[in-house]
């Protein structure tokens, strides 16, 4: 079979200024000018009869048809340089990319990654963080750690261990509350989800917030417990990713009360072709995890 004209310098330019969403980064990555940049992506636009990026007042953006190929040239360009470093290193070495939600990797994962090196010494793992918000195809992962409730379209998942939420806060509003109403006292810090601190007043037996009670929202745990060290509120999070700081009193956790409104999950997309490190890794984790929850 004779294969079609790959125009491989140009889908190299768009790949990086896709990366980057910048003609001006993509070339300082590949060592080339800013125009020559320009002038790939303008062949490859013109080799493929669409347009791929759309010049918008903040800079660039992806078209529909960039974002279809923006994927595509990660999984690909990432399998050829795996290739090429195992021949450079005259060994079968596999490379590993995982997102993590930021809360899960600061309260377990990061603690027990020497357990994993030594455990897989020939698997690179490549890490990235994130907020519960992840892109797996168009950041090119093999797996993606996430919270909820284990559904998300077109993914497989694998149940890692529950996450249940309870208010957490420093020493000296700890000593200020005497019933699980107290919290209303001050300002309630919360994630995205709107309804946390409702489910734990309600379980609590006490009342809901009023709308128009202060509130500040986070976008990672680890954030929202820096600002509850600061005494700037009481935080509602998962005890059990912070057990260093509990430890420490550096946080308190003033009420037993706990209710859960998901779990963690180790997730992959459906697409995404299961690899000897893939499956390395998930025997790992759920070891991992089961263990913990048994400790």
Same mark, same amino acid.
């Given at each position: 079979?004779?294969?079609?004209?790959?125009?491989?310098?140009?889908? %190299?330019?768009?790949?990086?200024?896709? %990366?980057?969403?910048?003609?001006?980064?993509?070339?300082?990555?590949?060592?080339?000018?800013?125009?020559?940049?320009?002038?790939?992506?303008?062949?490859?636009?013109?080799?493929?009869?669409?347009?791929?990026?759309?010049?918008?007042?903040?800079?660039?953006?992806?078209?529909?048809?960039?974002?279809?190929?923006?994927?595509?040239?990660?999984?690909?360009?990432?399998?050829?340089?795996?290739?090429?470093? %195992?021949?450079?290193?005259?060994?079968?070495?596999?490379?590993?990319?995982?997102?993590?939600?930021?809360?899960?990797?600061?309260?377990?994962?990061?603690?027990?990654?020497?357990?994993?090196?030594?455990?897989?010494?020939?698997?690179?793992?490549?890490?990235?963080?994130?907020?519960?918000?992840?892109?797996?195809?168009?950041?090119?992962?093999?797996?993606?750690?996430?919270?909820?409730?284990?559904?998300?379209?077109?993914?497989?998942?694998?149940?890692?261990?529950?996450?249940?939420?309870?208010?957490?806060?420093?020493?000296?509003?700890?000593?200020?509350?005497?019933?699980?109403?107290?919290?209303?006292?001050?300002?309630?810090? %919360?994630?995205?989800?709107?309804?946390?601190?409702?489910?734990?007043?309600?379980?609590?037996?006490?009342?809901?917030?009023?709308?128009?009670?202060?509130?500040?929202?986070?976008?990672?745990?680890?954030?929202?417990?820096?600002?509850?060290?600061?005494?700037?509120?009481?935080?509602?999070?998962?005890?059990?990713?912070?057990?260093?700081?509990?430890?420490?009193?550096?946080?308190?956790?003033?009420?037993?009360?706990?209710?859960?409104?998901?779990?963690?999950?180790?997730?992959?997309?459906?697409?995404?072709?299961?690899?000897?490190?893939?499956?390395?890794?998930?025997?790992?984790?759920?070891?991992?995890?089961?263990?913990?929850?048994?400790?």
């Amino acid at each position: 079979m004779t294969r079609s004209y790959i125009p491989l310098n140009a889908l %190299r330019a768009f790949e990086a200024a896709a %990366r980057h969403l910048s003609f001006t980064h993509a070339a300082i990555e590949l060592n080339v000018t800013h125009s020559a940049i320009s002038q790939q992506v303008k062949a490859l636009e013109a080799h493929l009869n669409c347009q791929l990026f759309a010049r918008v007042s903040r800079g660039l953006m992806l078209t529909t048809e960039g974002e279809n190929l923006l994927p595509v040239l990660n999984d690909s360009f990432d399998r050829i340089a795996d290739t090429l470093d %195992r021949f450079a290193a005259s060994q079968q070495r596999e490379k590993l990319k995982v997102g993590v939600v930021g809360t899960f990797a600061t309260g377990f994962l990061l603690s027990r990654l020497e357990s994993f090196r030594r455990r897989f010494p020939h698997i690179d793992l490549h890490l990235s963080t994130h907020n519960n918000r992840v892109d797996p195809a168009a950041e090119g992962l093999d797996y993606a750690i996430r919270f909820g409730g284990g559904a998300w379209h077109g993914t497989e998942a694998v149940f890692l261990c529950d996450a249940p939420l309870s208010p957490l806060c420093s020493p000296a509003l700890a000593a200020e509350l005497r019933q699980p109403a107290d919290v209303l006292k001050f300002t309630l810090l %919360r994630s995205y989800r709107r309804d946390e601190w409702s489910a734990w007043l309600q379980a609590a037996g006490e009342r809901a917030p009023s709308p128009t009670h202060p509130v500040m929202v986070f976008d990672s745990s680890v954030t929202m417990l820096e600002a509850a060290q600061a005494g700037a509120g009481i935080a509602i999070a998962p005890p059990g990713m912070f057990t260093s700081l509990l430890n420490t009193e550096r946080i308190i956790q003033p009420f037993s009360t706990q209710i859960s409104l998901g779990g963690y999950w180790l997730t992959r997309l459906q697409s995404r072709p299961e690899t000897a490190a893939m499956r390395d890794f998930v025997a790992w984790i759920t070891t991992q995890t089961r263990q913990s929850q048994g400790d």
